[in-house]
């Protein structure tokens, strides 16, 4: 858990409000509270465990209350010598087990949601349109902004 995390949920417990930052400080002293190792660990067991990208792995770090920039050097260091087309590859080839890539990429809706899915995942638009190319013979006429779907 965060220090952000562990602040919400004490200010909604804690009978005083001064008490606190004193119980934080004293986790953070024992040890039990450190927001750069639970960053490191958070975005690590994302990429292994559910394979995410890393905007995905940012945007949740930004949802558990830890600042930005220990965010982002946490996703640099988890995520460096990575290839993203590789993580891409796998997380559709796990995504999409039960189906043949060829077959179900070929119709413009299916490639739409796979897009679709990459990006939620945190996969950037360009690695993914181009491994899902691989898969599809109509694809090379698509291009991202005709996936997205619209901010109405």
């Not at 409000?17 to 934080?24: F, G, R, S, Y």
């Not at 002293?29 to 994302?46: Q, V």
């Not at 949802?63 to 590789?86: H, P, Q, Y």
């Amino acid at each position: 858990m965060s220090s952000g995390e562990m602040r919400q949920k004490l200010r909604l417990k804690a009978l005083n409000p001064e008490d606190i930052e004193v119980v934080l400080a004293k986790l953070t002293e024992y040890g039990a509270l450190n927001d750069t190792r639970y960053a490191e660990a958070y975005a690590s067991a994302r990429k292994e465990n559910q394979g995410f990208g890393q905007q995905r792995v940012m945007r949740d770090l930004n949802k558990k209350r830890i600042s930005s920039e220990m965010a982002k050097v946490a996703v640099a260091t988890t995520f460096s010598g990575t290839d993203e087309i590789a993580l891409i590859e796998d997380y559709l080839a796990r995504k999409f087990r039960s189906k043949n890539l060829h077959e179900f990429l070929s119709e413009q809706k299916n490639f739409a949601s796979a897009f679709r899915r990459l990006r939620t995942a945190g996969y950037s638009a360009g690695n993914s349109l181009k491994v899902l190319r691989r898969y599809s013979t109509h694809a090379e006429n698509v291009d991202e902004d005709s996936l997205e779907p619209s901010p109405d």
